[in-house]
């Protein structure tokens, strides 16, 4: 129990001051580094409270996906050749305040929360948990039987979302069709697949630029 | 551990993720800061799934970690492409609907 405490203890101020840190740096790479503590942090407190599958999830799919996307997207855009400007916005006066009222008003609320109604309690106690052979199979209980349907609707999004960036970060005056049509109608004439053979013809290359 | 200290860091991730939408201007840091604002999110309901015995707190940090992941990489991808048109990343400067 004190081991518990001491982790959680650790493990909130610790991932409280990187989320202020995402706040406040001037440098988008330190904010998403700052983001990348604060995920660590977040799993850290997921294995306190006992679902270490979370954890690893939370892990991959946040520290090893989305921050990596965002630091890719920073080295991409080069930021150094954007002008600078202020980090804060001019709003920080009315915003600040806001934010300050919203963080105390939702700690009031959580800290006042009465305790948890034991009618509410589900079949998933630490003995049931067990009997599972771990948070891992019970939530695979959970999540292939009640959220089935959720569960493929998520992977249809998931596909949506794949499709969706790539096409919207697609290069427009590349055109990439065009290009293939016109060395298909080349290949067409000398024979089929000569056009991506080591023997293609010699105007394949000169065509690519005209169209 | 009670429940309510759980929630508190939820509820201090989520302030900190909105205070950090309003007075940021950098559009890739705003998306960083909807980030926290869905880890506190996800804080809470993994907290609430574990105190109440529900695995189904779990399974929804799942659907939640899935809508951040297809999220973030539509968002960029709009950044990229409007970097194009505009390069700039400060959000008070994209104030036009046409390209």
Known sequence: MVEQQVAFWYLSVVAVGLGGGVLILRNPVHAALALVGVIFHVAGLFVVLGNGFLAAVQVIVYAGGIVVLFLFTLMMLDLRALPTERTLHRQLWLALPLG????????????????????????????????????????????????????????????????????LARRLDE????????????????????????????????????S | MSLNAFLVVGALLFSLGAAGVLIRRNLIVLLMCIELMLNGANLTLAAFGAYLDDMRGAALVVFALTVAAAEVAVGLAILVALSRVYPVVNVDELDQLRG
Not at chain 1, 115 to 124: E, K, W, Y
Not at chain 1, 139 to 166: D, H, K, Q, T, W
Not at chain 1, 175 to 200: E, I, K, M, Q
């Open chain 1, 100 to 167: 300050v009222v919203l963080a105390i008003e939702a700690v009031f609320i959580s800290a006042g929360a009465p305790a948890v109604n034991s009618d509410l309690r589900g079949a998933f106690n630490a003995a049931a948990v067990a009997d599972f052979g771990g948070s891992t199979q019970a939530l695979a209980r959970v999540l292939f039987n009640e959220y089935l349907l959720p569960f493929e609707v998520a992977s249809v999004l998931l596909l949506a979302a794949a499709i969706g960036a790539i096409v």
């Open chain 1, 175 to 210: 055109a990439p069709p065009r290009p293939a049509r016109g060395a298909r109608r080349a290949g067409s004439s000398t024979g089929l697949g000569d056009s991506t053979g080591p023997d293609a013809p010699a105007d394949a290359p000169a065509k690519a630029p005209v």
